[in-house]
């Protein structure tokens, strides 16, 4: 057995998910084609097989835990290689997935990897702030999930334009965020959510958490603003 699957054996029993041999294989054609994409253009900094499980696909895969996805759809903002959208329709089929990337080459490697695994998934290069001021993006979907992608009242107004109501935000983060949280309350209110709850948990040897946002009320036009002003400005 390849040290990338062991680890995902382990991070998985850890994190209370049955990972099939068939799930397994897919993980590992993942990885492979990451590995060897990853050689010709920087999709990641992280490369060892361990590492790799760890804080890339088990990361992605926790919000198995969080969140009721069979049947659901969700939009991964700022996807790079595909974490954690990839992963999550891999482990359940039903989901309707769509990856958002602004960078090009990520997004003609996402449309590679997806043949390669035989994966029916929306790649879209572009901007959530813009995204989510087009009729078929706005508010359609149950779930939006991004990692490492902005503070949380900037991810707040990127993010919760796209979920319906009584959809959610998830947003994950370090284990410690009690911060970011206090920061991105008047942002969350002004969108339109509310905190539901932090779900914590450890796939690997670092704690990681994610802020479940649920969505209560419609996000009020003129939001999101362009970017250069939520940068400048943030709620």
Do not use: W
Request: proline share 4%.
């Amino acid at each position: 057995m390849s040290e990338f699957a062991d680890a995902i054996l382990q991070g998985a029993e850890k994190i209370g998910l049955i990972v099939s041999a068939e799930l397994l294989e897919q993980l590992e054609k993942y990885r492979s084609f990451l590995a060897l994409k990853n050689e010709l253009m920087n999709l990641t900094a992280i490369e060892g097989e361990r590492d790799c499980a760890e804080k890339h696909f088990l990361d992605s895969l926790a919000l198995l835990g969080c969140a009721e996805l069979v049947g659901r759809r969700i939009i991964d903002v700022g996807t790079g290689a595909g974490f954690p959208g990839l992963p999550l329709k891999l482990a359940e089929p039903s989901l309707g997935l769509t990856l958002l990337d602004s960078a090009g080459k990520k997004i003609v490697f996402l449309k590679e990897l997806c043949a390669l695994l035989g994966v029916e998934a929306e790649c879209v290069q572009g901007r959530a702030e813009e995204l989510s001021l087009m009729k078929e993006y706005r508010g359609a979907y149950d779930y939006c999930a991004s990692r490492a992608l902005a503070r949380m009242n900037v991810l707040a107004e990127l993010c919760l334009p796209l979920v319906k109501t009584g959809g959610a935000l998830l947003a994950m983060k370090a284990r410690d965020c009690l911060d970011e949280l206090k920061e991105a309350e008047k942002a969350v209110k002004i969108l339109g959510g509310e905190v539901e709850r932090v779900y914590e948990y450890s796939a690997g040897p670092v704690p990681r958490s994610v802020v479940i946002i649920r969505k209560i009320s419609d996000t009020p036009p003129g939001y999101p603003r362009r970017y250069s002003k939520i940068q400048k400005s943030p709620l």
